[in-house]
């Protein structure tokens, strides 16, 4: 039976902004994201048996409906019957995780991305990128972009993406308490509870607020490729209500800073703090001050070239 590899790059948020409820419960928000070339495997195979097979190389991953990725094959399935009872039959996914989990990185959402492309290829749909993003966004927020990946804007949910110039000169520097990760939901929801009386709620002023990041300072920068200036002007909202709840994480956000960073953030809801830094050389100057001092053996770190790719096809095996 055939089968493709694929790989599954990790987001970082460069910007996300607040802007507004939804009537679907979700937030209007404003965001910049970027992938980065930490990522996972992803290996898919037809089998000849009418289900799903789920396995991960990493012990906490759930092999069942509550991964994402499992709900990505669920919904190929429901999608095009056809296809996947008569045709081809069910699907094996092997997940080779890099990505750490609960993290803020997409991870989850990245493998469900992986999942579409590889069953879109492994039945022959001959799907357009605008089609799976459609069948993405009804996964996660973060799913379309996660398709196409590199440097994009998103609204909306944020499955409404503008790609921009590439960045893949950056490099990064991730940071993680192993044990520690913060719910997106709990995040987003205490957010709304602190400051939904600061939320746009008419509809026309909620499109120029969204509107606006596209001619904003952080998009110019990008255009620039100014490392400096994007680097001051990173922001997330969500900052606000997971660095008081967890100081550890702001802890280790400052470490990366105080170690000569360009800029630091969390990314999405956390737990992961990024550093930018302009070359390999200096991530990894970086990376060895705070080792230096912050000597905690229960943080993880990794260092990440920005990429202008999504999910990239590694190879097939027949
Ligand atoms: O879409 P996804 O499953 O990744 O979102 C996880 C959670 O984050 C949602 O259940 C929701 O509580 C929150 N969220 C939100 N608004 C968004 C994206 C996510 O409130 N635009």
Not at 12 to 36: C, F, K, P, V, W
Not at 54 to 63: A, F, K, N, R, Y
């Amino acid at each position: 039976m055939r089968s493709y590899s694929l790989i599954a790059p990790a987001k970082i948020n460069l910007y996300l902004e607040i802007l507004g409820s939804r009537s679907d419960g979700y937030h209007e928000l404003a965001m910049i994201l970027q992938t980065i070339d930490l990522a996972d495997q992803i290996d898919l195979r037809s089998i000849s048996k009418d289900e799903i097979q789920l396995h991960c190389t990493h012990p906490e991953v759930p092999l069942d409906k509550s991964n994402l990725a499992y709900r990505a094959a669920e919904l190929m399935m429901k999608e095009f019957p056809q296809a996947f009872a008569h045709q081809y039959g069910g699907v094996e996914i092997t997940i080779h995780k890099q990505i750490p989990v609960a993290a803020g990185l997409a991870g989850g959402s990245t493998d469900a991305a992986a999942v579409l492309v590889g069953i879109d290829l492994l039945w022959k749909l001959g799907l357009t990128q605008s089609e799976l993003q459609e069948l993405a966004a009804k996964l996660g927020s973060d799913v379309p972009f996660c398709i196409s990946g590199g440097t994009a804007i998103a609204t909306g949910r944020g499955e409404n993406l503008s790609p921009l110039p590439d960045l893949d000169h950056l490099y990064v520097v991730l940071a993680k308490h192993r044990k520690l990760a913060v719910s997106t939901a709990w995040a987003y929801q205490n957010y709304r509870q602190q400051f939904s009386s600061s939320y746009i709620s008419d509809t026309e002023s909620l499109e120029s607020r969204a509107s606006r990041v596209h001619s904003g300072q952080l998009v110019n920068a990008i255009f620039h490729k100014d490392s400096v200036k994007i680097s001051s002007l990173l922001h997330n909202d969500l900052e606000r209500v997971v660095l008081p709840a967890y100081p550890q994480i702001l802890q280790l956000r400052e470490a990366l800073q105080n170690a000569g960073a360009l800029g630091s953030m969390m990314s999405g809801s956390g737990s992961t703090v990024f550093a930018l830094a302009e070359s390999n050389a200096h991530a990894q100057e970086i990376l060895e001050k705070v080792k230096l001092r912050v000597l905690n053996p229960e943080i993880d770190f990794w260092i990440a070239r920005f990429c202008n790719t999504g999910i990239r096809f590694l190879h097939t095996i027949y």
